[in-house]
């Protein structure tokens, strides 16, 4: 499979994720809770976008757990909510990670 179109299948499908993991948050402001919800799926769609098309000449699975979790760590600091973020993040750069190994054609 093409690389673009992986990556932009994957991103669109982690910043989904990202988004439907957002909706049972309590916020009193729904602006607030908006820009969150857009700010991760910018974030995660980046990382799904980022792992099948970038090579750092290693197993994608590796290559997406550091992707991952350099992408999130700025969110992880800012919000002060390092477990979700880095965890949700470390997993799904891996899962991406394998499916890119498995589907692209070398």
């Known amino acids: 499979m093409n690389k673009i179109l992986l990556g932009l299948i994957m991103g669109i499908c982690f910043g ?3 988004i439907l993991t957002m909706i049972p948050m309590p916020e009193k ?6 820009q969150a919800m857009l700010g991760a799926f910018i974030e995660r769609f980046m990382i799904g976008f980022l792992i099948p098309n970038v ?21 992880a600091v800012i919000t002060k909510a ?6 949700i ?10 499916i890119s190994n498995s589907v692209i054609i070398k």
């Open 16 to 18: 989904t994720f990202a």
């Open 29 to 34: 402001d729904i602006q607030k809770k908006k």
């Open 55 to 75: 090579d750092l000449g290693m197993n994608y699975a590796l290559s997406g757990l550091i992707i991952s979790l350099g992408i999130s760590l700025g969110s």
């Open 82 to 87: 390092y477990v979700p973020i880095l965890i």
């Open 89 to 98: 993040g470390a997993i799904g750069g891996i899962v991406i990670g394998l």
